[in-house]
């Protein structure tokens, strides 16, 4: 048979729970973020009457929930103070993608970086023509997490609403 080093596998357990611990404090921060922001979005609706058939959280910062039967949509940044932006679909002209970048790297070797991410609303409203909702800001996280197809599917999900009502509207 062999030996058991008792020491060793002592050390070995006291390493892995100190390797473990900052990762498992971290997820549950993370959890209860969510759950916070979870919170916030269930009462949010219920107040405004919403029923979101479509919801995004991303980066435990931004959320988007489209209603289609009220044809609503609501963006909240979370911030110290959450900022709620509510759009109303009927009201919508066009919708577009903004992508602000820069180049970086010599002759042979030019890449493109991503400064900022907004999806911006056209509206008929003379008072506000348009809006503009952030999905990424460089100044605030260093790489893109696939916001780039999250924000491409929102557009195309909002545009495929947007003709439905003109649809509707031409019958």
Same mark, same amino acid.
């Given at each position: 048979m062999f030996e058991i080093?008792?020491?060793?596998?002592?050390?070995? #357990? #006291?390493l892995s729970v100190a390797f473990m611990t900052p990762l498992y404090l971290n997820h549950r921060?993370?959890?209860?973020? &969510? &759950?916070?922001?979870?919170?916030?979005?269930?009462?949010?609706a219920k107040e405004k009457g919403l029923h979101f058939s479509h919801k995004e959280?991303?980066?435990?910062?931004?959320?988007?929930?489209?209603?289609?039967?009220?044809k609503k949509l609501v963006y909240v940044h979370f911030e110290e103070v959450p900022v709620v932006i509510e759009i109303d679909l009927d009201q919508i002209q066009s919708i577009e993608i903004h992508e602000?970048?820069?180049e970086i790297g010599g002759e042979k070797e030019k890449r493109? #970086?991503?400064?900022?991410?907004d999806?911006?609303?056209?509206?008929?409203?003379?008072?506000?023509?348009q809006v503009t909702l952030e999905?990424?800001?460089?100044?605030?996280f260093s790489d893109l997490?696939? &916001?780039?197809?999250?924000?491409?599917?929102?557009?195309?999900?909002l545009q495929s609403n947007l003709k439905i009502k003109e649809l509707v509207s031409a019958v």
């Open positions: 080093d008792y020491i060793t596998i002592g050390f070995a #357990v #006291v921060k993370n959890k209860k973020i &969510e &759950e916070t922001e979870n919170q916030f979005l269930a009462a949010l959280i991303w980066r435990n910062r931004y959320m988007l929930g489209l209603d289609t039967q009220l602000k970048t820069h493109k #970086v991503t400064d900022n991410l999806l911006t609303f056209h509206t008929r409203n003379p008072q506000r023509r999905f990424y800001d460089a100044e605030k997490n696939g &916001e780039l197809p999250l924000i491409r599917n929102w557009q195309s999900l």
